[in-house]
């Protein structure tokens, strides 16, 4: 089997790696996030002890997460849906802001 090689490299740091598995190609996109993450981990415990308002940053990810799985949702206005992705544990590391929303 093949190596990972390098298909592109963006400004952001994203890259992309395809596989030669014979009759096709494997492709994969690694987005650097770690600097995103430590920021939302501090923005998160300075919320504590703050009120909710309006214009609130609740949550920051990365745009290739908002496109897969909230961008439709923000077009359709589906509140509820957008609501239980960001109240949902496994997404709490993209969470700036304590409590539920």
Not at 28 to 49: C, H, I, Q, R, Y
Not at 66 to 84: G, N, S, V
């Amino acid at each position: 089997m093949e190596d990972w090689k390098i298909l592109s490299r963006d400004d952001d740091g994203t890259m992309t790696y395809f596989m030669d598995i014979g009759n096709a190609w494997v492709v994969k996109t690694e987005t650097p996030v770690d600097d995103l993450l430590a920021a939302n981990s501090e923005d998160f415990n300075n919320s504590l002890g703050q009120r909710f308002g309006d214009g609130k940053v609740v949550a920051r990810l990365p745009l290739n997460l908002f496109f897969d799985k909230l961008a439709e949702p923000m077009k359709q206005r589906d509140r509820k849906f957008i609501k239980r992705f960001l109240n949902d544990s496994s997404h709490a590391a993209f969470r700036t802001f304590k409590g539920n929303i």
